[in-house]
């Protein structure tokens, strides 16, 4: 079974800041998603990625296959940005589908206005 | 477009009682997965159904039943439910296995005491 560890556990910071989030893992993967879970509880894909770099508005996703680890990065933070921030991880096996993703405990992130 | 809906929000269930938590999705998905969230535990998978008519065991099966209805419905059953069940429940569906991203239900929060 693949390990998911992020950090940090809890995040705090002003306004405006920019934000990193990491995940790593222990073994290869075919592909990694970022979630994001709001207040409320509901939960929203943001990324899906298996190699390099992707962005979407002011969020940017990079992936190092060779190192196993991933990040999620924040740019110009807003306290609607404040969620819990969980990384996915899918095993390396072509065979692998979604059933196998294994899912990190989250960051729990907020910005202060 | 409803995306994944999922019903009860929000249930409280005596020891030994059952119940059936209902998700549809309206996306034409081959996909869907239930899963549960624990505090301090990532999601964990209890069933999944890779295309209508299939339904197959994830990590956490045990006192859980389910039914792929059809293409839209993926039902979970708790024939006899039990403390250890208390969780947050979330319905989630993917265009296939493999290669799209998850879209989540809003979750319930089930206690059972």
């Known amino acids: 079974k693949n390990e998911v560890e992020q950090s940090p556990q809890n995040l705090t910071a002003q306004e405006g800041e920019f934000i990193t989030i990491n995940c790593s893992y222990s073994?290869?993967?075919?592909?990694l998603h970022w979630l994001q879970q709001h207040p409320g509880g509901g939960i929203v894909s943001l990324f899906m990625l298996s190699s390099g770099k992707k962005k979407h508005g002011r969020l940017i996703a990079t992936i190092n296959i060779q190192e196993k680890h991933s990040s999620l990065h924040i740019t110009a933070s807003h306290p609607r940005d404040s969620a819990v921030y969980i990384c996915?991880?899918?095993?390396?096996?072509?065979?692998?589908?979604?059933?196998?993703?294994?899912f990190g405990t989250g960051t729990r992130l907020t910005i202060i206005p | 477009n409803a995306g994944v809906t999922q019903t009860p929000k929000f249930q409280v269930l005596k020891t030994g009682q059952s119940m059936t938590l209902q998700c549809a999705q309206d996306?034409?998905?081959?996909?869907m997965y239930w899963y549960r969230q624990d505090p301090g535990m990532g999601l964990r998978l209890i069933y999944y159904?890779?295309?209508?008519?299939?339904?197959d065991k994830g990590e956490v099966p045990n006192g859980y039943n389910v039914s792929r209805l059809n293409k839209r419905e993926f039902s979970l059953r708790l024939e006899s439910a039990a403390p250890s069940q208390t969780s947050v429940y979330f319905c989630?569906?993917?265009?296939?296995?493999?290669?799209?991203?998850?879209?989540f239900g809003n979750g319930t929060r089930l206690t059972v005491t």
């Open positions: 989630a569906s993917t265009r296939d296995r493999v290669d799209s991203p998850l879209h």
């Open positions: 996915a991880v899918r095993g390396g096996s072509p065979n692998f589908g979604n059933e196998k993703l294994t």
């Open positions: 996306m034409n998905h081959n996909s």
């Open positions: 073994v290869g993967i075919s592909a």
């Open positions: 159904s890779a295309s209508e008519g299939t339904t």
